[in-house]
T-cell receptor, first 111, second 112 residues
Framework: DAGVTQSPTHLIKTRGQQVTLRCSPK?????VSWYQQALGQGPQFIFQ???????QRGNFPDRFSGHQFPNYSSELNVNALLLGDSALYLC??????????FGSGTRLTVV | KQEVTQIPAALSVPEGENLVLNCSFT??????LQWFRQDPGKGLTSLLL?????REQTSGRLNASLDKSSGRSTLYIAASQPGDSATYLC???????????FGKGITLSVRP
């Protein structure tokens, strides 16, 4: 059973550009959450999608947006990239109270 | 606002030692607590999930306990091995399908 799949694994972008990260949840999971992890820090919650709607949002600017598709997969979009957006972006899927399963992450470097 | 603290930030022990990693949280009204392992530059691997009604969970050499009233959880690792070297993150979940709030993690190094 495949777990959470994220793509791409690594990405280098220039300041001001836009980026799209993708996530396929674990089979049977209907909720997808995105987290940003800076070096040496714990992951910070960006937002969560359920039934194709954004259900919760963390303290991130509107430059961060997302989408969930009918098959529960999700995208994270970041516009007008800043150097400070360089981080590991983690996708997590869940179903009810059974805990979260995380993907391997996408390492985004903004230059 | 829920805050999760993990102290110390780093720990180095000799192989074979039993060790305890601590996690504290400020709001005891949690839904569950999850311990994760993270290897350098990699994603998170779930180790143990403790529901709020449970006191502890065990998996192999790992045992996690939860004391909601005092806002604490511990991860006990028995007979540590060099392969246990990683960062261990504690995260609390304040409601069904709510966000996880993480500590900064404890980076463990087990010396051969």
């Amino acid at each position: 059973d495949a777990g959470v799949t994220q793509s791409p694994t690594h990405l280098i972008k220039t300041r001001g550009q836009q980026v799209t990260l993708r996530c396929s949840p674990k089979s049977g999971h209907d909720t997808v959450s995105w987290y940003q992890q800076a070096l040496g820090q714990g992951p910070q919650f960006i937002f969560q999608y359920y039934e194709e709607e954004e259900r919760q949002r963390g303290n991130f600017p509107d430059r961060f947006s997302g989408h969930q598709f009918p098959n529960y997969s999700s995208e994270l979009n970041v516009n007008a990239l800043l150097l400070g957006d360089s981080a590991l972006y983690l996708c997590a899927s869940s179903f009810s109270e059974y805990g979260y399963t995380f993907g391997s992450g996408t390492r985004l470097t903004v230059v | 606002k829920q805050e999760v603290t993990q102290i110390p930030a780093a720990l180095s022990v000799p192989e074979g030692e039993n060790l305890v990693l601590n996690c504290s949280f400020t709001d005891s009204a949690i839904y569950n607590l999850q311990w994760f392992r993270q290897d350098p530059g990699k994603g998170l691997t779930s180790l143990l999930l403790i529901q709020s009604s449970q006191r502890e969970q065990t998996s192999g050499r790992l045992n996690a306990s939860l004391d909601k009233s005092s806002g604490r959880s511990t991860l006990y690792i028995a007979a540590s091995q060099p392969g246990d070297s990683a960062t261990y993150l504690c995260a609390v979940h304040t409601g069904a399908n709510s966000k996880l709030t993480f500590g900064k993690g404890i980076t463990l190094s087990v010396r051969p």
